[in-house]
C-alpha cells in the first residue's frame, strides 16, 4: 500500500515546491511594485507642488494694483 502513494506523495511534493517559488517570485513582484507606486506618489506630489505654486505666481502677476498702492 506505501508503494501505491509514494508516486502521489512526490508528485505532490513537486506541485508545492513549485507553488512555494511562485509565491515567493510573486511576493518579490509585489514589492518591486509598491516601491514604484511610492516613488510615484512622491513624484506626483512634487509635480502637483510645483504646478500649484507656478499658478499661484501667475495669479500674483496678473493681479494689477490700484493707483494709489504703486
Not at 34 to 47: I, N, S, T
Amino acid at each position: 500500500m506505501n508503494e501505491e502513494f509514494t508516486p502521489r506523495l512526490e508528485r505532490m511534493e513537486a506541485h508545492l515546491t513549485h507553488l512555494e517559488h511562485q509565491v515567493e517570485q510573486l511576493n518579490q513582484v509585489l514589492i518591486q511594485q509598491d516601491k514604484l507606486v511610492e516613488f510615484l506618489k512622491k513624484q506626483v506630489k512634487r509635480q502637483s507642488d510645483v504646478l500649484e505654486s507656478m499658478e499661484l505666481e501667475r495669479i500674483k502677476s496678473n493681479q494689477t494694483k490700484p493707483p494709489h498702492y504703486q
